[in-house]
């Protein structure tokens, strides 16, 4: 039964459970209430504890102050994102576009977001935000009638339940200090858990042992075909010691196509595997020379220009020192039969003998002009790319940077990798990736299982709680940051309607009464949070056009 059945039956069961349970008035019965699809739990319990915590009203009113800095912030850069977002997606193919599902943030729908990470980042997440508007509610005097959680099969939220009037009847500040506090809180706890994640537990991961780790496999290529998995790790090839990617990238095939022993890690079990060896094809611009030819992803390249191909290096330095004013041989092996050894291996594909190579500096002229320079009129250019058994390889503590080391270089690109990780599948962290990877230091004593537990529920409290911050920093209403937004309009409106009374008998126009400031501002909010979804949605349908 895939997903998607599973998805269905639990949705019926759950409005069979709704409607049962509003029939026979057992909703009303434990104090629950159905908002639609929605089963609302009511409490009163936990008052006292938000009544303990907001004594310290000093601290509460700092925080909120910040609170709001952190939310407006936030507010301006999430919306200069999305417009340049909004010209970005323009360029996009229809096939690069984002699926609807990826702009959803709830597990189960959101393909990246694994279900229970999801839910645990999203129950905290909840939890903080809403005990943080509760907290700075009772600051400003403002009685909370319940709490609660919100049902949509999984506890889809929290709630503080505010006296509505007390919320429109208490200052603009505390007002807006009441709603900041939800969004900076969720960024907060992000941080918090960033720390801990960056510094505490991902370094504590180390390599199991010295090799090239598998990160990537090209399809129809000797590793894809003869049993090389993601996540391996390469240990020896023909006897030859890989401690690292460069070592594999530096191999030296005498007769490319034939067989190469390589030992490998896999799940941690170390087996010995046949393949074919050489440098392989791993991706072909379509429209350039090598598409031209015919070929292929996943071949071998055994010789070219007349001369046999043995290493990485030596490939590239034969394809940028060949003419391109002429046809050039070149012989490829492919995936198929071999009567000789009577089982398929990689033989010579015979539809391939010669090239034509365009240069250097007219690919970069047509495609990358402000990339070009003079030196490329005399460099050959394929369209290919290539690695070596068809292997992406990486150094064996690659995957636990990404983690450990997730600031080195810029800082921007750095934090936009790292909250990236999930849509390059480097999160959550489990087998057989984990199992390259192994705790040390006061980790040690811990099993595998529950510190890879730790790490990936670190990282997602994270992930989930920064999400959740910035989403709801947005000026839009129901956002928190829309009634931010709202309350600094009003203070603004405010100030100029002062001014009109000032200088009423000068300029002869009146202020604007409190009923039309309010209609003006509801108007305004009204736009922007209208821009704001359209914003969102354009990076769904913009490429689409």
Not at 37 to 45: A, G, H, N, S, V
Not at 106 to 118: K, M, Q, R, S, T
Not at 142 to 169: C, Q, R, T, Y
Not at 208 to 219: E, R, Y
Request: net charge neutral; proline share 6%.
């Amino acid at each position: 039964m895939d997903g998607y059945a599973i998805a269905l039956i639990a949705v019926i069961a759950w409005f069979a459970i709704l409607l049962i349970g509003h029939r026979l008035k057992f909703w009303e019965k434990i104090h629950c209430q159905v908002y639609g699809p929605f089963l609302m739990i009511k409490t009163r319990r936990g008052r006292e504890l938000i009544d303990r915590l907001s004594k310290r009203e000093r601290f509460w009113t700092a925080f909120g102050r910040i609170s709001i800095g952190v939310t407006i912030g936030s507010m301006v850069a999430l919306m200069l994102m999305l417009i340049w977002e909004a010209f970005l997606v323009l360029s996009l193919p229809p096939s690069a576009a984002p699926a609807p599902e990826m702009l959803i943030g709830l597990p189960g729908i959101n393909p990246i977001i694994p279900i229970w990470y999801g839910i645990l980042g999203i129950a905290v997440g909840i939890f903080v935000h809403e005990f943080a508007h509760g907290i700075l509610s009772r600051v400003a005097n403002i009685k909370i009638e319940s709490l609660g959680i919100l049902l949509l099969i999984f506890p889809m939220g929290a709630f503080v339940e505010p006296n509505e009037d007390e919320i429109k009847a208490t200052s603009r500040k505390k007002r807006a200090r009441m709603y900041a506090a939800g969004p900076a809180t969720n960024m907060l706890v992000a941080f918090i858990c960033l720390i801990v994640f960056v510094i505490v537990l991902a370094p504590s991961a180390q390599p199991v042992s010295d090799g090239a780790a598998v990160i990537g496999v090209t399809p129809n290529s000797p590793a894809e075909k003869f049993g090389i998995s993601v996540w391996s790790e390469i240990l020896s090839v023909d006897g030859k010691t890989i401690s690292n990617a460069s070592d594999l990238n530096d191999l030296f095939f005498i007769d490319p196509g034939g067989p190469a022993n390589i030992s490998m890690l896999y799940r941690g079990s170390q087996t010995t595997i046949e393949v074919p060896k050489g440098v392989v094809i791993t991706s072909v611009t379509p429209g350039d020379p090598a598409s031209a030819a015919g070929i292929e992803v996943g071949m071998i390249v055994s010789n070219l220009n007349n001369v046999p191909i043995f290493t990485l290096a030596q490939f590239k330095s034969v394809i940028e020192n060949s003419t391109h004013s002429a046809s050039v041989s070149i012989t490829v092996l492919k995936y198929g039969y071999d009567p000789t050894q009577g089982k398929n291996w990689f033989v010579r594909e015979p539809n391939v003998t010669s090239i034509f190579l365009s240069s250097k500096w007219t690919h970069y002229a047509l495609n990358y002009p402000d990339q070009n320079r003079e030196e490329f009129r005399n460099v050959s250019y394929m369209g290919v790319g290539s690695s070596v058994f068809g292997i992406r390889g990486a150094d064996p503590d690659y995957v636990i940077n990404q983690y450990a080391k997730p600031f080195s270089g810029n800082l921007a690109s750095s934090s936009l990798r790292l909250i990236a990780l999930p849509f390059f599948g480097f999160t959550p962290v489990e087998g057989p990736m984990a199992d390259l990877y192994e705790p040390t230091g006061a980790f040690a004593s811990l099993p595998s299982g529950v510190y890879w537990l730790l790490l990936n529920s670190f990282y997602w409290i994270f992930w989930i709680n920064l999400m959740l911050g910035l989403t709801n920093a947005l000026p839009a209403v129901p956002l928190d940051g829309g009634f931010v937004f709202r309350d600094l309009l009003k203070g603004v409106f405010e100030r100029v309607n002062t001014k009109r009374q000032e200088y009423e008998h000068i300029g002869g126009r009146k202020p604007m009464t409190e009923g039309q400031m309010d209609r003006f501002i509801g108007y305004i909010s009204l736009s922007i949070s209208l821009v704001v979804l359209f914003l969102i949605v354009w990076q769904i349908i913009g490429p689409r056009l």
